[in-house]
Every structure is written in C-alpha cells, then in structure tokens.
C-alpha cells in the first residue's frame, strides 16, 4: 500500500548570480524527487534589464534568470521570496521574479499587499498544504496597506494582519507552515525575541515554523507539539563567504504530515560547494556533532541567555561603525576624533567628499533584529555600568 503521507522539503536560502554548471548529487536529487513538496527560500529576484539598485544598506543582490527554471527541474515547485534581498533592484525586477517563478511553481510571500500576505496552497494526496512567507522589517516590505497596497513588496513577519492571518489559516487549508526569514547573520543561535515570536505564530494556529536568514544552521524544537526551525543556514549561496564557519552547511527540514494532520519532522544536512558546483547531502560527523552541541545548548536557559549576550555585546564595535557610515557621530575626545579621521584618511587625501549612506541608521532603527540586539546590548553596559565611549 502506499504510503499517504505528505512529505515536505524545505530548503534554506538560494543565491546564484551564474546557475551554469552547478548540479545536484544523486542522494539529493533523489531524495527531492520522491517528495510531494519541495521549497527553497529564494534570496534575491533575477537580473531584470533597466532595473536599478535601490538605496539600501548592505549589498543589492541579483541571480541567474535561469535560476527558477532550473530549481523547478530539480524539483521545487515552492519559492519562499519574502527576505531581505528581494527588492534589492526595485518593483521592477520584483515582478519579473514573480511572473519567472510563476509558471512552473508557487511563489510566497511577495506582491501586491494582498498577494503578499496570502497563504500559498500545494495540493499534496488530498490535503491542502499552505504556507505563508514572512521577512522582518528591512527594505521594500509591505509596512501599511494605506500607501502600498498595490506596491509589489514583501510580507512583514510583525505586521498586525499576521495573526489574523494565522488564526484563520484553517479555513483555507488543512496544514499551515509559516516561512519567517528573520535573525542574527553567522550566530548559531536565535535571539530570544524570536523565539518567543516564533512559539506564538504556533499558538496563534500555526503547525510548523521553518525560518532563514542566518546563514548558518540553528537548532530546532517542538513547541507545543509542533516542530520549529530557526535557521536552516545556506542551501546554496554563492558567494565569497566561504572562510565563514558553516557558511557552506546548511539544513533541510523535511516534515511528514500524516493522515490525522500530524506533522513529523527531521533535520536533513546538506552541504554546498563553489568551486564543485554541486549542492549535496552531508555526511559530515563533525556537522552533526556541533549541531547536537548548539541544539543542547539551546535547551539550557542560562548558557543559551549567556551565548546570546556575550555575542550581542561583541557586536558593539561592529554597531559603531555602521553608524559612522551612516553620518551619526558622538565625537566626544581626540581620541575619537583621531579615529574617525584614519578611518577617512584616504578619501580626505584625494581631495573627495566623505559619503555617508542614512540607510544604514535607518536599518538599525526598523530592523527588529538589529534593534533587539543593539536594545540587549545598552541594556547589558548599562547593568554593569560600562561605558560605550
């Protein structure tokens, strides 16, 4: 007889300027191509003629045109595309991505600000399984229905429509799983405040949780019965990050649904490489090893809280500088003064004007990420009455 459950794949995040030459191998093609539902978070929208970078802080980012058609081939047929990098070239080079992936597969998370935040249903042996793709507040999300509702943006994962959203989730299909892309980039762990938003997309109706953004693995749990995955790092993303721990390791989450709606779920490792081309299950003992390490971590309050501050406060010089080059200043001693002057010596020495980006604050300021991190972060110096001059 067989088997009527639903299998699911879901892949971590999907970044490849040139797909030419890049393949799958065996053990993944074939673990792809016996699953009902494939899904990949796809990081950037593909190269449109005309379509411009916008005003943004950090990298603007464009892929291979050809890249859905071939996902598609491999057997995707999901494409979370609510994150950070998708309006990294405007609406322009958004709904291109939307009208490519649109033929073959289902795209979440982007357009208008009804598409946007409508749950995309797959039909899989008689159950309807929806998933709903959410990114935190960087640029191009759909913030206010008022002023962008027939903007081609991303859907907010804090939006007050969300758990709306959710709660109501049942009436359209028989399982939901929420696709948030939010956190901490090259940090193991998930801050605190995304867990608990997390756990409350599962007690507002949600009956999975599988989240991206990091670049790197995260652990994963059951809460209230219902499997959550932070992060499940790179799937495939190339570029020249590679010296990064775990850059290149990543995670699929595959959950079964059974015939009762019951979601089961492992943790599948895969690995990429640039120089290969090729993306691969991983059979690497150490992988697994260290992420048995992070997950019981994790599960131990006091170390996790601890790991979570002492990263947070390592970050303060990374902060500071961000905000330099966004123009905002506190020069209170020569000895800042000296420093920001060597940090411009060469653009002074060539006669040019020093160009500040304000995106950079702004990002800081709407980003939930970065504003809970710098918040523990003044929080912790000004508990240990440490001064940040």
């Known amino acids: 007889m067989a088997d009527a459950s639903v299998i699911i794949n879901l892949a971590g995040d999907f970044y490849v300027p040139n797909i030419e030459g890049w393949s799958f191998d065996d053990q993944l093609s074939d673990l792809l191509q016996k699953s009902d539902i494939n899904g990949v978070n796809f990081e950037a929208p593909v190269r449109t003629e005309g379509a411009m970078p916008i005003k943004k802080s950090g990298p603007s980012l464009c892929q291979d045109p050809q890249a859905p058609h071939w996902l598609t081939r491999q057997g995707f047929n999901l494409f979370d595309c609510a994150n950070n990098h998708i309006f990294d070239f405007g609406s322009r080079a958004l709904c291109q991505t939307l009208d490519v992936i649109s033929l073959p597969a289902q795209a979440a998370g982007i357009g208008s600000f009804e598409g946007a935040y409508s749950i995309k249903c797959i039909e899989a042996k008689g159950k309807n399984i929806g998933f709903l793709a959410l990114t935190q507040y960087e640029f191009g999300v759909h913030d206010d229905e008022t002023y962008t509702s027939q903007d081609y943006k991303s859907a907010w994962m804090c939006h007050p429509i969300v758990d709306e959203i959710i709660s109501k989730s049942h009436k359209q299909c028989d399982i939901l799983i929420v696709l948030p892309h939010a956190g901490l980039e090259y940090f193991s762990l998930p801050l605190p405040e995304l867990r608990t938003l997390y756990r409350h997309f599962i007690t507002m109706g949600a009956d999975a949780v599988v989240a991206s953004h990091p670049h790197i693995p995260q652990p994963w749990e059951s809460f209230q019965g219902k499997p959550i995955f932070y992060s499940l790092g790179n799937f495939c993303f190339d570029m020249d990050f590679q010296d990064k721990p775990l850059y290149c390791n990543g995670l699929i989450a595959q959950l079964r649904v059974d015939a009762d709606n019951t979601v089961f779920n492992h943790a599948i490792p895969t690995q990429f490489s640039i120089a290969e081309k090729k993306v691969s299950l991983c059979h690497d003992a ?28 390592s970050l303060l010089p990374w902060y500071q500088t961000i905000m330099e080059m966004g123009g905002f200043y506190q020069v209170s001693s020569l000895k800042k003064i000296s420093s920001l002057l060597s940090k411009h010596t060469r653009t002074l020495l060539k006669g040019k004007k020093t160009k500040f980006n304000d995106a950079h604050i702004i990002n800081m300021m709407r980003c939930e990420t970065h504003r809970w991190v710098l918040s523990r972060i003044f929080e912790l110096l000004n508990r240990c009455k440490v001064s940040y001059q």
């Open 286 to 313: 150490s992988f697994c090893k260290f992420m048995d390490g992070i997950n019981t971590l994790f599960n131990n309050e006091r170390l996790y809280l601890d790991r979570v501050n002492a990263q947070c406060l």
